[in-house]
């Protein structure tokens, strides 16, 4: 907590300094003419969040769970995860805990969650080669290629040694945590950590799924663009559908590389001014579009960390009630 304070003072002091910087009038008037595209951006993230929920719901196997609730709970894993202070990680324990209770068995549920994380970084390294390749393809620049190349590199190493890790037995390791868990979190129960590693290569082989939920979370990603697209074309600038989906990819990229910062406060706002820089648009113009991103974010997230304290007040309610009853 005292980082993620931290993190959220120097996020915001550079999102303010930005502002200040570039020109606060100026960024306001183009958020304003912008305005009537972030209810049309709010719909586009939720259908977004509808596909990341069928890809889930593959990489979990499991069908007896109607949809909806698939939906409602990865809206609330992605309300947590961007704007609370938990790194990125929170939103996917809270998922787990809400899969449990819609029946779930504790080691599929988080098996199947550590398997659609890893599906869904892996096909944001596609994404961003994806913008890379196309940046190439219209700007013959190649002054920037080092850097491709390196965050690349690196971007991949993540992921295959994350793999790696899987198939080496990195689930055992936390099964053999599982004294330690339960001494942090006493209400943990041990069985949602026993049989991680055997559920996780289980639900690896079924390749038609994990193929499946690949294609789902790419089509989610490129969707982002059109987001960018729509925005930028109602503040007056005219872009190409290629160089939206650079910004989007690449800005994507920038964001997920400020996972620490919660919301990627700062990080996301210098990712987009860096990437729209290619294209010559100024960075009040870049700032703005980070802003109408934020606007939609919170238009669909706030709601679903209402959604998921309305779901925790009304257990706690029922175990009261059962409590009395027993009394």
């Not at 002091?13 to 183009?30: K, N, P, R, V």
């Not at 989906?245 to 590389?257: K, T």
Request: with cysteine; proline share 3%; glycine share 12%.
């Amino acid at each position: 907590m005292p980082f993620s304070l931290i993190a959220i003072i120097l996020g915001g002091g550079a999102i303010i300094g930005f502002i200040a910087w570039f020109g606060a009038q100026t960024i306001g008037a183009e958020v304003i003419a912008a305005g009537w595209a972030v209810p049309i951006t709010a719909a586009l993230l939720c259908l977004q969040l509808w596909l990341s929920a069928i890809a889930w719901r593959l990489s979990v196997g499991v069908q007896t769970v109607r949809m909806a609730h698939w939906f409602r709970i990865r809206w609330i894993r992605e309300a947590v995860n961007s704007l609370l202070p938990v790194a990125q990680l929170g939103g996917n324990i809270v998922g787990i805990r809400l899969l449990v209770h819609r029946g779930v068995s504790g080691p599929q549920a988080g098996a199947g969650t550590t398997l659609d994380l890893t599906i869904e970084a892996g096909t944001q390294v596609l994404f961003t080669l994806a913008g890379f390749a196309l940046l190439a393809a219209i700007d013959p620049d190649e002054s920037w290629m080092p850097w491709v190349q390196g965050g690349l590199i690196t971007g991949a190493l993540g992921i295959g040694g994350f793999i790696i890790a899987q198939r080496a037995g990195l689930m055992r390791l936390v099964e053999r945590s599982a004294g330690l868990l339960k001494r942090l979190f006493p209400n943990l129960p041990l069985e949602l950590v026993r049989g991680l590693h055997g559920e996780l290569m289980r639900l690896q082989r079924d390749r038609v799924a994990v193929a499946k939920a690949v294609a789902l979370h790419l089509l989610a990603w490129t969707l982002g663009s059109l987001e960018v697209w729509l925005a930028l074309h109602a503040m007056g600038i005219d872009v190409s559908w290629e160089q939206a989906f650079v910004i989007e990819s690449l800005g994507q990229a920038a964001r997920s590389a400020g996972f620490a910062v919660p919301g990627a406060l700062g990080v996301q706002e210098a990712g987009f001014i860096l990437v729209c820089g290619l294209f010559d648009i100024t960075p009040d113009t870049a700032i703005a579009l980070s802003m109408v991103k934020r606007a939609r974010e919170l238009a669909v997230g706030l709601p679903g960390l209402v959604a998921w304290q309305w779901a925790e007040g009304k257990r706690i309610l029922r175990r009261r009630r059962a409590a009395m009853d027993d009394l």
